[in-house]
C-alpha cells in the first residue's frame, strides 16, 4: 500500500500535504478539510492511521483516501446553495465537507446501501455539531441520508446540480447517472477506471474530463431475488426552511458580522498578526501511483509538466524572527470560538442561546 502525501501529526499537517502536493488547490476546499477531523471518522482502534493517505475499510465502514477526497471536492466546484447527491454516502465525511460549503440554503443528501452505515453516519454527525468548535465559523447544510442502492433511485427524484458516486460504475449505467444531474451540474464518479467529471452542458449535450487513474470496488447491482420488484428509494423531499431556522441564520449572521468588525477595529489599533509557527522539516516524495490492496482505491496522478521538477522536495515554513530559539517546543494556542462566546454572553434564555448554537454541549 501507499499513499500520494507523505502522512501528518494531524489533520492539519495532512491538509498542508495535500496542498501542496496540488490536490487541495482552493480556499473554500482547504477550509471543508481543516474544519473536520479526519481521524474524528475512524474507528478509536484505528485513529492512528487517519492521516495517511490511505483508504480505510472495517466491515462496511469505508473511508476513500484523502487525496481521493480532496480531487472530488476540486472537481464538484461546489458554491453556496447548490443541491449535492452523495452515491455511497458512507460514513457522512464527504458529506459534512460538502454541507460546509453549500450553507443553510443549499440541498445536501446521500445514499447508502448498509443500515449499519447509515447509523453510523448519524452518530458521527451528531458529534461534529455538538462538540466541533469549528461548525461555528460556517453555516451547515446539514446532510440527509437514506438506505437503498443507488441504482434504484424513483424515476422522480429531483435533479440534481452536484452528484458524486463513491463506487466503480459500470459502462451501462452511464446514462443512468448523467441523467440525475441538471443542467449545467457536475457529476463525479468512478468510470471505465478513471475519476471522471461529466459537466451537462444541455438536455443532450455532456463535457468529460478525465481526472486519475482509479479502480474502486464495483456498484452492487440491485437484488430481487426475494420479491422480484425493485425497491424504489426516495429522496428527501426539498423542504422550506423554518422560520424558526432562518431566525437563527440571521442572527448567526449578524453575531459573525460584528464579530469581523470587532476585530478588523483592534487590527487597526495596532494589534500584529501572531507570528506563525515554525514547522518541522519534512522531506516529501511525490509519487505519481498510489496502490491500495483488496479492491479499494489504486490512483495515478495524471501527470503534468510542471511535476516534473517536483519529485521531492525539502519543505520548511517560515519561522517567526522573534522565535528563532527552540522552536519545537512552541505550540500555537488553541483557537477561541467567538462566536459561541459572544452567543453565550447575550442577555437571553439559556434555551434560546442553545438553540442559536445548534444545541451544542461543551
Known sequence: MGGAVSAGEDNDELIDNLKEAQYIRTELVEQAFRAIDRADYYLEEFKDSAYKDLAWKHGNIHLSA???????????????????????????????????????????????????VIEYAKQKLDFFIKTSDSFDKFEFCEPSFVIGNCL??????????????????????????????????????????????????????????????????????????????????????VAVRSLQDLARIA?????????????????????????????????????????????????????????????????EEERPEEEETKPSELKPDPPVNFLREKVLSLPLPDPLKYYLLYYREK
Not at 459573525?256 to 470587532?262: A, M, N, S
Open 66 to 116: 484523502p487525496c481521493i477526497y480532496s480531487e472530488v471536492m476540486e472537481a464538484l466546484d461546489l458554491q453556496p446553495g447548490l443541491s449535492f447527491l452523495n452515491l455511497g454516502s458512507g460514513t457522512g465525511y464527504l458529506s459534512s465537507m460538502v454541507g460546509l460549503i453549500l450553507g443553510p440554503f443549499g440541498v445536501n443528501h446521500g445514499v447508502e446501501l448498509h443500515s449499519d
Open 251 to 315: 442572527i448567526r449572521g449578524t453575531i459573525k458580522k460584528i464579530i469581523h468588525q470587532e476585530a478588523m477595529s483592534k487590527a487597526g489599533n495596532g494589534l500584529k498578526n501572531p507570528p506563525r509557527f515554525k514547522r518541522r522539516r519534512v522531506r516529501r516524495r511525490r509519487m505519481e501511483t498510489i496502490v491500495f490492496l483488496d479492491k479499494e482505491v489504486f490512483a495515478s496522478r495524471i501527470s503534468s509538466p510542471s511535476d516534473d521538477n517536483n519529485n521531492c522536495e525539502d519543505i
Open 152 to 237: 434504484e433511485i424513483s424515476p422522480d427524484c429531483t435533479q440534481y446540480d452536484r452528484v458524486y458516486c463513491g463506487a466503480g460504475v459500470q459502462k451501462e449505467h452511464e446514462d443512468y447517472m448523467k441523467n440525475l444531474l441538471k443542467v449545467g451540474g457536475i457529476l463525479v464518479m468512478p468510470l471505465e477506471e478513471k475519476l471522471t467529471k461529466i459537466t451537462r452542458t444541455g438536455p443532450s449535450a455532456w463535457e468529460t474530463k478525465k481526472i486519475l487513474a482509479v479502480s474502486f470496488a464495483p456498484l452492487i447491482q440491485p437484488n430481487h431475488a426475494d420479491s422480484g420488484k425493485s425497491r424504489l428509494v426516495h429522496l428527501p423531499p
